[in-house]
């Protein structure tokens, strides 16, 4: 199983739809969570952090169920430009000194 | 804000070639990260360093190399550049406590020809 695994989409979404992701990871000893935006050609940038049930931000909402051991990405009321790539990360098996494993990212098309 | 910043959006590079990339973050975080990301394969960590002078290979270290004498700085060094190694290179930081985040750099995309 890989640590983190996410499906990579794409999810083609219509403008003011709910579309969700979701993201599995291995370490179930991981107490911190990440989401990440990345648009095109672009550096990931930090969109939500998780620490403990979920977290919310606007229309974006995060939310980790320890349980099943995967967290998911919420966006309500969907704009053109959330059109992006997003990765979640957790820290991995074994993992030290701040290292991240990043899922692939799941691209997402918002379409008018 | 965290600022990370590389010293090369766009770089070309003949192979055999030695190729230094630069990262430069201005928050005095203690870690920093070297990956690179290829279409299908994700983000995959090269090295990474907790202190200055320390480093950790990662999960692809083969020809690369890293340096970290100033706490700030962090280089990639790709020996003997090879086709293979076109890629984005990004460069992220964070600091050592139980939060994990990383903050990136805006990325090196290097061809090797």
């Known amino acids: 199983r890989k640590e983190v695994e996410q499906d990579p989409g794409p999810f083609n979404v219509p403008e003011g739809a709910t579309v969700a992701f979701n993201c599995t990871y291995s370490?179930?000893?991981?107490?911190?969570f990440f989401w990440y935006r990345q648009d095109c050609r672009k550096e990931p940038k930090l969109l939500m952090s998780?620490?403990?049930s979920g977290n919310e931000d606007g229309r974006f909402t995060a939310q980790l169920n320890r349980a099943s051991q995967y967290i998911s990405l919420l966006i309500r009321d969907s704009k053109l430009s959330d059109s992006a790539t997003y990765l979640c990360?957790?820290?991995?098996?074994?993992?030290?000194?701040?290292?991240?494993?990043f899922g692939q990212g799941t691209i997402l098309t918002v379409h008018p | 804000d965290v600022k990370v910043t590389q010293s090369s959006r766009y770089l070309v590079k003949r192979t055999g070639e030695k190729v230094f990339l630069e990262c430069v973050q201005d928050?005095?975080?203690?870690?920093m990260f070297w990956y690179r990301q290829d279409p299908g394969l994700g983000l995959r960590l090269i090295y990474f360093?907790?202190?200055?002078?320390?480093?950790e290979k990662g999960d692809i270290p083969e020809g690369y190399s890293v340096s970290r004498e100033k706490k700030e700085r962090f280089s990639l060094i790709l020996e003997s550049a090879s086709t293979n190694q076109t890629s984005m290179y990004l460069c992220?930081?964070?600091?050592?406590?139980?939060?994990?985040?990383?903050?990136f750099g805006p990325g090196t995309r290097l061809t090797v020809t």
């Open positions: 990360a957790a820290p991995g098996d074994g993992t030290s000194y701040g290292k991240l494993t």
């Open positions: 928050m005095d975080h203690e870690n």
């Open positions: 370490n179930s000893a991981s107490q911190s």
């Open positions: 360093s907790y202190d200055v002078k320390m480093k």
């Open positions: 992220a930081s964070s600091i050592t406590d139980a939060t994990y985040e990383q903050y």
């Open positions: 998780v620490y403990s």
